[in-house]
C-alpha cells in the first residue's frame, strides 16, 4: 500500500476481509506488517505499507478481491496464490520481528539493571570528592 496511505490501511482491511466473508470464505492468518523497504522502487517510493492476509474463499470472492486490488491506487502491487493448505501460523517475517523485539527488550533490561549497579559505586566516589 502506498506509504502516504498508511492511515488507511485498517479501513481496507475491513473492507477487503468483509468481502471475503460475505461469500463464506474464512481468515486464516492476518498481519499488519506496517511501513516497510521495498526490494525495488515502484513509482519513484522505496517503502510501502506491507499486509499479508491468508485466507480461504470461493473464486468469485479472489476475483472480487483481486479487482479491488486492481482499481485501488493505493494498493502498489499484490499477490494472489493458491495453495493445498491453509497456512494458520505466525509468518517468518513476524517471528523474527518478535524475537527482535525480545532480545531488545532482554538488552534493556540488562543495560537497566547494569546501570543501577553502577550508580550506587558513582555516589560514594562523588560524596568522597565533595568532602575533600
Partial sequence: VHPDQ???VPGM???YTAAITKDGGTMH???DWGRRQMAY???KLHK???VLMNVEASQDAVDELTTNFRYNDAVLRNLVMRTNAAETGESPIM???KEQR???ARYDARSDSSASKEQPAAK???AAESSS
Fill in 102 to 104: 525480545e532480545r531488545k
Fill in 13 to 15: 482491511i475491513e473492507r
Fill in 29 to 31: 492468518r492476518l498481519e
Fill in 6 to 8: 498508511s492511515e488507511q
Fill in 95 to 97: 517471528k523474527a520481528e
Fill in 48 to 50: 510501502a505499507h506491507y
Fill in 124 to 126: 560514594p566516589a562523588a
Fill in 41 to 43: 522502487p515502484i513509482n
